[in-house]
């Protein structure tokens, strides 16, 4: 099992930002992805959506919602991937969750953590 471990979330105004950061043991010779997926407090497990992925080598994937808003960078050897979030709306709200894929078989989750923009 890989352990996936999150920092980052909080309390923020709209207009403001936030950095999330993911770390993935750095034994881990090769991670494929990294990316973040989202929960609304009104969505359920199941409907987690996709903020933005990146690949080993660098190509990034970020949602529409999110786009020019939000970027993603990695740190290979690190085996760490970063989210910038800039002028944070209310519906950005939610558990962000951290996943790598190592391979087709071996897919893992952080446990999450929250963001909660508010005036």
């Known amino acids: 099992q890989v352990q996936l471990v999150e920092f980052g979330g909080g309390l923020v105004q709209p207009g403001g930002s936030l950095r999330l950061s993911c770390a993935a043991p750095v034994g881990i010779r090769s991670i494929y992805a990294m990316g973040w997926f989202r929960q609304r407090p009104e969505k359920q497990r199941d409907q987690r959506e996709l903020v933005a992925v990146i690949t080993a080598g660098g190509s990034a994937n970020v949602a529409d919602a999110v786009k020019g808003r939000f970027t993603i960078t990695r740190d290979n050897a690190k085996n760490t991937v970063y989210l910038q979030m800039n002028s944070l709306k209310p519906e950005d709200t939610a558990v962000y969750y951290c996943?790598?894929?190592?391979?087709?078989?071996?897919?893992?989750w952080g446990r999450g953590t929250q963001v909660t923009v508010s005036s």
């Open positions: 996943n790598a894929v190592i391979s087709a078989l071996e897919n893992y």
